[in-house]
């Protein structure tokens, strides 16, 4: 009976296994009908059950702790460059505030240096990118932290300070709210920063990290993701590459020992023999002498060949630079042979930041309302521009002052630029000597005289000394 039973579960078996394996033909019309898209060919295992992107999958990533992300900052230069680069750079130039009122310029201008305000945009830029998200907690004399902030409601010399917090000191204190009509849409209203108690979401002004999808979004408490989230594992494998070929080259020479009857010492007296090696080896540090049997040999094999590792280590960082994205000759600090200078790849990455300067004006819009009723009682919607991060160079600078000139000159012909204006401008710029403040005020007139005439003429060529 057990064996009709054996018999009988093999026959199963045959006809299980006959039935699932398919054949060629089976198994391409099978795969035709399940992916009706994409490039097959399953002779050469493309498309087909043998494919290894067959069943290959996004998996989805997995929360990076603050702690982690702190020490890959900490521990990769390459990380700090990429979090700290351009966040710097979106300030480095920083704005220059206008107005008619030229005091109030003059104080609104001195107020961003008081206050800090730079760094603080700096400090709350680098974290957002870093962390994925943080705030300018707006700290006022005797508020409720509890109460919504109505800012046109700031009183003159009301505020204290923006203390800029980042996404792991802020917890949510409330439900998310998913009206899309309130301004807090996709955000908790209220959140708990170190333990402060209930903070309303007014009184913060938000820098969200890498934007998100609206899903991840709201699982983040409206934040975005860190910046170094999607390349930590190239990170990684750079770091492995770097400190391989370090390691190759601190093992550059390979030094063998062929010692007599070596697998009969190691059988009968291993710790004899490891005893004279180790006092080989002591002889060889104090005296810089080898010492060894006369029927033993040394042979020195040494290690060639470090370009390719290099070539590899170069094309981690490039695919780095890139994904940032930044040039590498700003990601590592100078250029590279093979790779150019990097002039048309710095100019892209200063229009990226401007990019970003643009990004950050609405928030920057908030900042700046709170500045002025602080600092005049009133919200004058003071006008700024970004100054230029390109540095042009001594032809570039000519070339720039040339074509400012011509251009001053046909406005000045044409009537449409006062020479006040245009003497204005000329001071604004600096770069003449002897251009003083009072020479511009003698251009009020109309008119000129023969001799102002001349001695503007020769200012706007740049040719007047002290």
């Known amino acids: 009976m057990a064996i009709l039973d054996r018999l009988k579960r093999k026959k199963e078996k045959s006809a299980f296994t006959k039935n699932w394996k398919l054949s060629a033909s089976e198994a391409q019309q099978k795969y035709a009908q399940t992916n009706s898209y994409g490039l097959v060919n399953p002779s050469l295992g493309i498309g087909g059950d043998s494919d290894v992107l067959a069943t290959s999958y996004n998996q989805h990533p997995g929360f990076v702790s603050f702690d982690v992300l702190d020490r890959i900052y900490r521990t990769n230069v390459f990380a700090q460059k990429i979090i700290n680069a351009p966040a710097e750079d979106m ?6 505030f206008t107005c008619d009122d030229v005091e109030k310029a003059e104080k609104r201008q001195k107020a961003e240096v008081g206050y800090q305000i730079k760094d603080k945009v700096k400090d709350a830029v680098r974290y ?3 962390y994925g998200g943080s705030a300018l907690l707006i700290v006022l004399q005797d508020q409720d932290w509890m109460e919504p902030l109505d800012i046109s409601k700031i009183r003159q010399g009301e505020l204290v300070k923006l203390q800029p917090v980042f996404l792991g000191e802020m917890f949510s204190a ?7 009509s309130s301004p807090y849409f996709e955000t908790p209203e209220y959140y708990n920063i170190n333990n402060m108690g209930n903070i309303h979401r007014s009184r913060l002004i938000i820098f969200e990290g890498i934007p998100l999808s609206l899903y ?29 070929i370090v390691n190759l080259l601190v093992r550059a020479n390979i030094d063998v020992i062929g010692i007599k009857d070596f697998q009969e010492v190691i059988a009968n007296d291993s710790e004899a023999l490891f005893n004279a090696l180790s006092c080989a080896q002591t002889i060889q ?3 810089g002498k080898t010492v060894m049997d006369a029927e033993d040999n040394f042979t020195r094999h040494e290690i060639s060949g470090f370009s390719g590792m290099v070539d590899v280590l170069m094309g981690f960082l490039q695919l780095i630079a890139s994904i940032v994205p ?3 000759t700003k990601l590592i600090g100078t250029s590279v042979d093979g790779f150019g200078t990097g002039e048309t790849e710095l100019v892209q990455y200063y229009d990226d930041i401007a990019a970003k300067q643009n990004k950050i004006m609405p928030t920057l819009k908030i900042i700046d309302e709170i500045m002025e009723r602080h600092l005049f009682g009133e919200y004058i919607g003071m006008e700024y521009d970004w100054l230029s991060l390109h540095e ?17 000159k046909g406005y000045l012909e044409m009537g449409i630029m006062s020479p006040e204006i245009a003497g204005r401008h000329v001071r604004k ?9 009072e020479f511009v005020a003698q251009l009020s007139g109309e008119t000129l005289s023969p001799e102002e005439q001349a001695e503007l003429d020769e200012i706007m060529k740049g040719t007047l000394s002290d």
């Open 326 to 328: 930044m040039p590498l």
């Open 216 to 244: 991840s979004k709201i699982t983040q408490m409206g934040f975005g993701d860190s910046r170094l989230t999607s390349c930590i594992d190239i990170l990684n494998s750079a770091q492995i590459v770097w400190k391989n």
């Open 285 to 287: 540090g104090t005296y």
């Open 429 to 437: 710029m600096g770069v003449y000597d002897g251009y003083t403040d």
């Open 128 to 130: 957002a990118d870093l």
């Open 174 to 180: 409330g439900p998310i709210n998913y009206n899309p």
């Open 91 to 96: 300030v480095r130039k920083w704005r220059e």
């Open 392 to 408: 042009p160079n001594a032809s570039e600078k000519a070339d720039l002052e040339f074509k400012q000139m011509e251009t001053m």
